[in-house]
């Protein structure tokens, strides 16, 4: 990123952007002052990041929950409305994503619109599930008896993330997505090395139409902030993308104290469609018996 | 308590452009017809002509097939799902962006209240190109095998009742299928569909995806019957279906969807709540003047509650307010055309001549246009013609019924089966009443509910095909 333009032969000094969290629609700093450096491909300086602490993983998915409530009930159609507003806004902001993944994962200009490109069109095939999932998923049964009974996905909670560490906005928006779209709340900690585009993202979120609080980012330390969203006792469900090995085992360890719904992804190729299995992840399945006669 | 007054609440005309002429439009240009014949559409409140339209021949329909042909060839059918999507949902914005245009449009041309036109047609509109956008790239999940394919060019034809819904309806589901489309809208209301031919242009929909053809049933019947489509849908009369069916009979490898009349039983127990149940029995039969082919023109009431319930319903009809469409506070607009009006007299007398009693409010009529008062028929017994041929119009006949199980013999005994509604606060009579009901959609508590995601379509002769939803999807691929 150029930090200095030449205009009409005196040179101009950008303002820079100060990276901060994103909790209940709002932007606050880490509550415990703290932040990391964050640094391009080629180790060069890019930005500090707040460094999120404990309290504000518990403040996110209590926001979370706060926002649950409304954000299920809301129609499948309205999510679907809310989630292609993202696309259009991100679209519009094309130029400066590339910029931020280019950045971040040190790859050519070219690489890093097709990854924004690539965002955008992921945003806007999750919106279309918004009022699908439950016509693919749903079913009338056929029970012996004279009784109708019906079966409906509904969504699980406050679903906690670990974005993966590599694919800093095209994996980010892959993880989340999913998760909102199906009526859940989000809980997501970004790529510790590569935070800013998740940021960025929640700025999009911020102006676009998601309600405060579904969606909260924090930025910090995965092997810190994964353990307590991990042993949250109200958090329903837990991605584990970004954590690997020894630390993906004791977190799912973590996340057996109160059944959290765990996802436990091999290796994934961003780029490629994805099935419903994130989806389906974060959904409970009801059933509903009512008795037909005069 | 009398009618309460209210002051004039016109919606503006001026958010309405009219051009004095219209093309056909036909591989993403407005044409003239080859012959250059046109006709007038009026505004039924005022019979004020609004336009002149371009009147589609068989060499018009021949070169609108031809470029559905090759724009399916050559551009949509090999453009990815994904991309075919997006266009999709670029109409439904652009739907929305101009959604008081189209609203005010279309009140004008059909004559239905503004606030139907507003708040139902344009919306669920919008709505139903949302939906099938999201679809366009995920039809391997539709329970049609993994890789569903789009059928090539739907010839398609619709109603005068709900113009730009009925388009959205027949287009939405085609495009988002990969088919592209040849479309002919009623003659009476061509000007929405202009309009979105319009759309398709901001929307830069690649030339030919889209193809408007206007013109009366002899343009229709030259698309249906023209051996470059793959697909024939149809929403309109049974006594058209028929004919449609028998024209295609020779034609089996086309598709054929038909969406045909109604004459719905609106079915009250005594254990109803009787003002949801008046309300629901008024929007069944009144809302859109009852020109709508599922409309609950056969009320069926308990014969325990039969007097409370007429009591109730007479005095909500005296508060309808019948006027001006573009006014905010009409209920009942004025009646599509000059040919309906007659036809819906004509049942209307034939109503009396059998002997069943004829009852509307205290109603003045515009003296301009086309107006019928709403009107309610007791005495009726199911031999009565007005209680088996459709009137399409705000006429209700008043039936009445001892048991469950009668109440379901007199509801089936009609060759229609589009819809039906129940009124009871008893959720197991509700299942056990649908589960016998021989109707596509049935309505419980409710009445005249749409949704993109629920299919709707008609047993017997109400016609075959779903609309709407995962089911409607099979009627635009090769399944």
Known sequence: MSDTATAGGAARLAVRKTYKLYIGGAFPRSESGRSYAVTDHNGGFLANAALASRKDARDAVAAARKAFAGWSAATAYNRGQVLYRVAELLEGRRAQFAAEVRSAEGLGARPAEAVVDAAIDRWVWYAGWADKIAQVRGAANPVAGPYFNFSLPEPTGVVAVIAPGSSSLLGFVSVIAPAIVTGNTVVVLASERSPLPAVTLSEVLATSDVPPGVVNVLTGRTAEIAPWLASHMDVNAIDLCGASGALADDLAAAAADNLKRVVRPEDEAWVLTPGLDRMLAYLETKTVWHPAGT | ?479
């Open chain 2, 1 to 479: 308590m009398g009618k309460l007054e209210y002051a004039p609440a016109p919606e503006s005309r001026s958010i309405v452009s009219l051009r004095e002429s219209y093309g056909l439009f036909i591989g993403g240009e407005f044409t003239p017809s080859v012959d250059g014949r046109a006709f007038k559409t009026i505004s039924p409140a005022t019979e004020e002509v609004l336009a002149e339209i371009a009147e589609a021949g068989p060499a018009d329909v021949d070169r609108a097939v031809t470029a559905a042909r090759q724009a399916y060839e050559r551009t949509w059918a090999g453009l990815p799902a994904k991309e075919r999507g997006k266009y999709l949902f670029r109409i439904a914005r652009i739907v929305q962006e101009r959604a008081r245009e189209l609203a005010v449009l279309e009140s004008l041309d059909n004559g239905k209240p503004i606030r139907e036109s507003r708040d139902v047609d344009i919306p669920l509109a919008a709505a139903h190109f949302f939906y099938h956008a999201g679809w366009a790239d995920k039809l391997e999940y539709a329970g049609y095998g993994p890789a569903p394919r789009p059928l090539g060019v739907a010839g398609q034809v619709i109603p005068w009742n709900f113009p730009l819904l009925m388009l959205a309806w027949k287009i939405a589901p085609a495009l988002a299928c990969g088919n592209t489309v040849v479309l002919k809208p009623a003659e009476t209301t061509p000007l929405t569909a202009l309009v979105f031919a319009e759309i398709c242009q901001q929307a830069d929909l690649p030339a030919g995806v889209v193809n408007i053809v206007t013109g009366a049933g002899d343009t229709g019947r030259a698309l249906v019957t023209h051996p470059g489509i793959d697909k024939v849908a149809f929403t309109g009369s049974t006594e058209v279906g028929k004919q449609i069916a028998r024209d295609c009979a020779t034609q089996p490898r086309k598709k054929v969807t038909l969406e045909l009349g109604g004459k719905a039983a609106n079915i009250v127990f005594e254990d109803a709540p009787v003002d949801q149940a008046v309300e629901g029995i008024v929007n069944g039969i009144f809302f859109n003047q009852g020109h709508v082919c599922c409309a609950g023109s056969r009320l069926l009431v308990q014969e325990s509650v039969y007097s409370d319930v007429l009591a109730a319903l007479r005095r909500r009809l005296g508060t309808l307010r019948l006027g001006d469409p573009l006014d905010k506070n009409t209920d009942v607009g004025a009646i599509n055309s000059a040919a309906q009006l007659a036809k819906i007299r004509e049942l209307s007398a034939v109503g009396e001549a059998e002997g069943a009693q004829r009852w509307s409010p205290p109603c003045e009529l515009p003296v301009k246009g086309f107006w019928f008062p709403p009107t309610l028929f007791t005495g009726v017994t199911q031999a009565h013609r007005i209680a088996r041929e459709e009137i399409f119009g705000p006429v209700l006949s008043v039936l009445t019924f001892r048991t469950p199980a009668e109440a379901v013999e007199k509801a089936n005994n009609t060759p229609y089966g589009l819809s039906a509604g129940v009124w009871t606060d008893k959720g197991s009579l509700i299942l056990w009443m649908s589960s016998r009901l021989r109707a596509g959609v049935v309505w419980a508590n409710t009445f005249n509910k749409f949704d993109p995601s629920s299919p709707f379509g008609g047993y017997k002769e109400s016609g075959y095909g779903r609309e709407g939803g995962r089911h409607g999807l099979e009627a635009y691929l090769d399944v």
